[in-house]
C-alpha cells in the first residue's frame, strides 16, 4: 500500500539554524499539506499546496516558513531561522483530490 | 472560529469495557469528519470517515461513529475494547472551503490488560 514518507525522522538543531524537512507524498496525489504538533497539544494545521503554490496557510505559517515541491516526488517544508517554540512533531499528509489526507509518519525537531 | 472538542483526555479502560468517546465541532458549513489514530510511536492513521448517507459509519478494527448534525457531534465508539487499542484518538473536520483539516486535542487512551 502506497505511503507518504518523510525524512529525516529525528532533528536536532540551534536555534537560529535552517531547516529542511522532507516528504514524499503519495506518487498520484496532488495536493498536499504541512501539520504540526507541539508536545502534549493538538495537531495544527500549517499549510496546504495544490498546483505549485500555497492554497491556504494558518497564522503559524509565518515568513520563516515556506513550501516548496523542488521536483515531481518531493515537498519540503523550510523554516528559515528557527526558534525555540519551533520544536515539535511535522506531519506532511497528501491526497488525491478527495478530502481523506494520508499523514507520513513524522519528523520530530528540537530546537534548542 | 471552527473548532472541534474532543471532551475526553484521558480514559482508562479494561479489556472488554465498551468505550465511546465524545467530539463536537463549530462549523455551520459543510464538513467531512475523521477519526484518526495515533499508536505510540506511529504516526496519524485513518481509523473511520464519514462524507455522506449513513450518519453511522464503521471503520476499521471494529470501531464506528455516529454523526449526529443537530448536535454537531461525531462520536466515536467501540462496544469491547482491546489492549491493542491503547493509543491517542484525533476527531478531525475538514473544512471543505478552507481545504484544511481542524484536529481536536485528542483523547489518550489506557487500556488495562
Known amino acids: 500500500e502506497p505511503e507518504v514518507t518523510q525524512t529525516p525522522s529525528h532533528q536536532v538543531t540551534q536555534m537560529g539554524q535552517e531547516v529542511i524537512l522532507r516528504c514524499v507524498p503519495i506518487?498520484?496525489?496532488?495536493?498536499f499539506y504541512w501539520y504540526r504538533q507541539i508536545l502534549g497539544q493538538k495537531v495544527e494545521f500549517l499549510v496546504s499546496f495544490y498546483n505549485n503554490e500555497i492554497s491556504e496557510k494558518s497564522e503559524i505559517f509565518d515568513d520563516q516558513f515556506s513550501v516548496e515541491r523542488p521536483d515531481g516526488s518531493n515537498f519540503t517544508l523550510k523554516i528559515r531561522s528557527t526558534k525555540l517554540e519551533d520544536s515539535a512533531m511535522y506531519f506532511c499528509?497528501?491526497?488525491?483530490?478527495?478530502?481523506?489526507?494520508?499523514f507520513g509518519p513524522g519528523t520530530r525537531l528540537l530546537v534548542l | 472560529a471552527q473548532s472541534v472538542s474532543q471532551h475526553n483526555h484521558h480514559v482508562i479502560l479494561s479489556e472488554a469495557a465498551s468505550l465511546e468517546l465524545g467530539c463536537n465541532y463549530s462549523y455551520g458549513g459543510t464538513v467531512n469528519l475523521f477519526w484518526y489514530v495515533q499508536y505510540p510511536g506511529q504516526h496519524l492513521q485513518l481509523l473511520l470517515k464519514?462524507?455522506?448517507?449513513?450518519?453511522l459509519v464503521k471503520g476499521i478494527k471494529g470501531f464506528e461513529a455516529e454523526f449526529i448534525k443537530s448536535k454537531f457531534s461525531f462520536n466515536l465508539r467501540k462496544p469491547s475494547v482491546q489492549w491493542s487499542d491503547t493509543a491517542e484518538y484525533f476527531c478531525a473536520v475538514y473544512l471543505n472551503r478552507d481545504d484544511k483539516i481542524i484536529f481536536g486535542k485528542g483523547t489518550r487512551l489506557h487500556i488495562l490488560p
Open positions: 464519514y462524507f455522506s448517507g449513513d450518519p
Open positions: 506518487s498520484n496525489h496532488l495536493y
Open positions: 499528509a497528501s491526497t488525491g483530490g478527495g478530502e481523506t489526507q494520508y
